[in-house]
């Protein structure tokens, strides 16, 4: 396409093979857009694009949806990402709704033909390491193929001190769990991989799990933690061994991690930070995993 769509906080480029969304760095800007500064979307990486009214008068927004698998950051943050803070959502000033619909159509026709499918890989990038951030109980970093774990005395559980700071291999693990430090109960649980391929379940609550950082008020907020899981995940799946890349492309998920995920996504609507809309589309999209 070779042209340029400019919206409030971000700006598309479009291109012959992918779009690349450059984000600004101003006050009012969502901390997570500043993190990610900017993200190369291949339309392959695509299954739909929207156009849909703004969240406030005057405005309109793009949406293109990722296809499930296609994006590190969008599989860690599973639905719970505010729709302020999604990064495939394009807001624009009304009077460029006709510009916005001819770029919609022009997605659309450029999408791959398996959009309506689960991608077989990662096809966008994934916040580059280093990274790290406070937790409640602990400092978490990633070197890009170690993630560390090291207790705070004020805040770690005696059953995380007895079992000393942490370091996971990427090889080691299976899975990565984060769930929203914006509501009770936010978390990064790390899940080590069994002889049999398949996440192995957690060692009780996060508070107690020495594989788990819990958050708080002031720690492990969105912008901080979300990129680091997204960075861990996208590791993690590039160091499965052949088969076990095979088998998690087939494996349909845990109903029990779904049932989680789900009343997790109602605490969030609960809290005003999903719409009805957007709560409804999420849990269908969670159930369609089952």
């Known amino acids: 396409m070779g042209d340029v769509l400019a919206g409030i906080h971000s700006t598309w480029e479009f291109d012959t093979d992918s779009v690349l969304i450059r984000f600004e760095r ?19 990486a695509l299954s739909s694009v929207d156009l849909t009214p703004g969240p406030r008068k005057g ?29 495939y959502r394009l807001l624009l000033p009304v009077e460029r709704e006709t510009l916005a619909d001819y770029y919609a159509t022009e997605l659309r026709s450029a999408l791959g033909p398996r959009a309506d499918e689960a991608a077989d890989e990662h096809l966008v990038a994934a916040p580059p390491a280093p990274l ?3 937790a409640y ?8 193929s170690v993630v560390s774990f090291r207790w705070f005395w004020t805040g770690a559980s005696s059953a995380k001190w007895k079992a000393g700071d ?10 990565v769990e984060w769930r929203s430090p914006e509501i ?13 391929g398949k996440p192995v379940d957690g060692e009780g609550p996060a508070d107690q799990d020495p594989a788990a950082v819990v958050f708080g008020l002031g720690y492990g907020l ?3 933690s979300l990129p680091l899981a997204a960075a861990v995940l996208e590791a993690v799946r590039a160091a499965e061994p ?49």
């Not at 109980?137 to 890009?144: P, R, T």
Request: no cysteine; glycine share 8%; charged share 30%.
């Open 26 to 44: 101003g006050m009012r800007t969502p901390k997570l857009f500043q993190v990610l500064g900017e993200r190369r979307i291949p339309y392959e």
């Open 59 to 87: 405005t309109v927004v793009l949406h293109a949806v990722p296809r499930l698998g296609a994006d590190p950051l969008l599989d860690a943050a599973a639905g719970q990402l505010r729709a302020s803070a999604d990064p």
């Open 132 to 134: 790290q951030f406070k």
């Open 137 to 144: 109980d602990g400092k978490v970093s990633f070197d890009g």
């Open 166 to 175: 942490q370091s996971f291999p990427v090889t080691e693990l299976a899975e």
């Open 184 to 196: 009770a109960g936010g978390h990064l649980r790390l899940r080590r991989r069994g002889k049999d």
């Open 222 to 224: 969105v912008h901080e």
């Open 242 to 290: 052949a088969g076990a890349v095979a088998a998690h492309r087939n494996h349909r998920a845990d109903p029990k991690d779904i049932a989680n995920r789900i009343r997790h996504l109602g605490e969030l609507h609960s809290a005003g930070l999903l719409t009805d809309k957007e709560f409804t589309t999420k849990k269908t999209e969670l159930l369609a995993e089952l």
